[in-house]
């Protein structure tokens, strides 16, 4: 548990003292009774569980206090709460690598039918839309909450050549944000396969005019929406996913990478050509904590459907760092009136 304002705790060292004061008021009571025999004869009259019977109260108000001193030093914990995420994108790598036989029967039909259940799975009041990428990036499914659509939309999927990752981040993004503005045709279709490459003017302009529009907010603090990215390999084309990452941090989108493969990679085949393909984790891995989601590895069907359900768990009940004032506060006026009411029965007072 942490504290908004812990000057405030400084105020518990009174406690102590006021103990102290009680028992000191308590021995003065004791000495005052011993000079009249009459108030001594009553004292001894009362039964062990009417001396202890006096305490509650008392204790009970300076529980009141502690709890009171707490409240105002803000108190703030992670709680897990259901999650206030409204739009998922899911976007899927649909390139020739995903022919690879590494993952029974193939990697692109354990994607198919991971994505399905996860989407099967998912509560009905949350929209899913779906992008594809290989070559380019698509919306194939804007989102919605008809199981039926999203499910017929994953099973459309076909194989294209090279693989273009940021792409299908400014897709994602497009998606989320509509009315933002953000202009597809320069993002995807200009910058090259290196971050070090020179960006065309229109793309430098397009950016320029995005920051006199809306100013960055914190990574990770968007709460209406995330994305879903899932790769088997790395960028051969179209703009650089790291750029991409940047402009989801600085929208406050999370989103959370897929690596799908095995560490050793797989072969694919066409018309008289084979190629070699392995993941590109640390790219992977690199736009997840720059928009502080999170990474995940599956090598098989198995785990890819297990990372689904935990990405799934994950988006619709989530730990989040909530002010608790209200606990407090709410304990410190339930003990105060049990006080009082316990001080009225026993002894026709209020503490």
């Known amino acids: 548990m942490k504290f908004l304002w812990p000057d405030i705790l400084w105020l518990l060292l009174a406690v102590p003292a006021l103990v102290g004061a009680y028992i000191l008021l308590l021995r003065r009571k004791k000495k005052a009774a011993l000079r009249y025999p009459s108030l001594s004869l009553i004292r001894q ?8 019977r006096r305490h509650i109260p008392p204790l009970l108000f300076l529980l009141v206090m502690i709890a009171t001193v707490v409240a105002i030093a803000r108190p703030s914990a992670v709680i897990t709460l259901p999650s206030q995420q409204q739009t998922i994108v899911l976007a899927m790598d649909v390139s020739l690598s995903m022919s690879a036989r590494d993952v029974d029967p193939n990697r692109i039909t354990a994607a198919q039918a991971a994505a399905k259940a996860f989407v099967e799975e998912h509560p009905p009041d949350t929209r899913i839309g779906i992008v594809a990428f290989g070559g380019t990036a698509s919306l194939v499914q804007p989102p919605t909450q008809n199981r039926e659509d999203l499910l017929a939309a994953i099973g459309r999927f076909q194989l294209q050549p090279s693989t273009a990752t940021g792409s299908a981040l400014y897709v994602a993004l497009a998606t989320l944000f509509p009315d933002a503005g953000i202009d597809l045709e320069s993002l995807v279709f200009t910058g090259g396969l290196s971050r070090n490459t020179a960006r065309g003017s229109r793309l430098d302009s397009t950016r320029k005019s995005e920051k006199k529009e809306f ?63 392995r993941l590109d984790e640390e790219t992977l ?13 599956a090598a098989t069907a198995a785990d890819l459907r297990k990372v689904y359900q935990d990405l799934n768990a994950r988006l619709v009940l989530e730990k989040k760092d909530t002010e608790i004032t209200f606990l407090f506060t709410a304990a410190a006026a339930v003990l105060l009136l049990a006080s009082s009411v316990l001080s009225l029965l026993w002894f026709n007072r209020i503490l």
């Open 215 to 277: 100013a960055p907010v914190r990574p990770g603090s968007y709460t209406s929406g995330a994305i879903i990215l899932m790769s088997d390999g790395r960028r051969t084309t179209g703009p650089d996913p790291l750029d991409a990452a940047q402009m989801a941090a600085d929208r406050g989108v999370r989103v959370f990478t897929v690596g799908f493969g095995t560490a050793e990679g797989g072969a694919i085949e066409g018309d008289g050509w084979s190629a070699y393909v």
């Open 45 to 52: 009259a009362m039964s062990p569980g009417d001396r202890f």
């Open 285 to 297: 891995k690199t736009v997840a904590d720059i928009t502080r989601g999170a990474y995940f590895h």
